[in-house]
């Protein structure tokens, strides 16, 4: 993981991509989002989607956890030297402007990426700066499906 002083504006990261199943979109909704679009292809067809799609927290949890394989890639691609200490991640405070502009359909694969907006350095917590990220979903078409903006506090590295 990078200090906050690493971390430069702009920079953008591609996370991995997602195909989604008929199978899993199912078994997702039928846990956290029970609505009948994302649980049968009948509904489904009859319903304003027109076909089975994947819940939109569906497609967020997916983010996530590219987004944590990715933080992993990066620290087994560059592991700190021994000794070296570690830049710390913090927690998040939270999310802005999430959108799901399109509905992710069965067999849909989605691009995941993340691209650094901004950082601030916060003086009610001294040692860490607020990181925001802007961060989408492009399906296979190039159509922009899901958008938001995450924030994260990282350490700063003489803290």
């Not at 949890?61 to 710390?88: D, F, S, T, V, Y």
């Amino acid at each position: 993981m990078r200090f906050f002083e690493d971390i430069e504006i702009g920079s953008e990261e591609a996370l991995g991509s997602h195909t989604f199943t008929a199978d899993e979109i199912k078994a997702y909704a039928a846990k956290f989002d029970p609505q009948p679009f994302h649980l049968d292809e009948e509904a489904a067809a009859k319903s304003h989607f027109g076909g089975l799609c994947a819940s939109g927290w569906h497609t967020a949890a997916i983010w996530m956890k590219l987004m944590i394989a990715h933080r992993k890639r990066l620290i087994e691609e560059n592991p700190p030297e021994a000794g070296a200490r570690q830049a710390p991640l913090g927690p998040s405070p939270g999310f802005d402007d999430m959108k799901w502009l399109k509905p992710v359909y069965v067999g849909d694969t989605v691009r995941y990426s993340t691209r650094v907006a901004s950082k601030r350095r916060l003086s009610s917590r001294p040692g860490w700066g607020l990181v925001s990220a802007a961060n989408a979903g492009i399906n296979q078409n190039g159509d922009t499906v899901f958008t938001f903006t995450s924030h994260v506090l990282v350490g700063l590295r003489g803290s």
